[in-house]
């Protein structure tokens, strides 16, 4: 059974979420690889959550800002 299509304006915040995740990485001037490598996480996934085309779990989220050394409310932020 196919996942239901999320609603245009959950599709955007996701989109702003993995924007922001992007933003804090290359402000920390760290790679999609380096990045993916800290959090044990395979490299298309995280280039999916960047893109907003994915939608990570809390536990990955924690990860990705602990590894860009970020609070999670700095990339969760409307």
């Known amino acids: 059974m196919p ?3 999320p609603p245009p304006h959950v599709v955007a915040r996701r989109r702003r979420i993995g924007a922001q995740i992007r933003a804090a990485r290359l402000e920390k001037r760290l790679t999609q690889e380096k990045v993916a490598l800290a959090i044990e996480m395979d490299r298309a996934t995280y280039i ?5 085309r994915a939608s990570p779990l809390l536990d990955s989220l924690i990860r990705i800002a602990d590894a860009l050394g970020v609070p999670l409310s700095h990339l969760v932020r409307d």
């Not at 999916?48 to 907003?52: A, D, H, K, P, T």
């Open 3 to 5: 996942r239901p299509t």
């Open 48 to 52: 999916r959550i960047e893109q907003g």
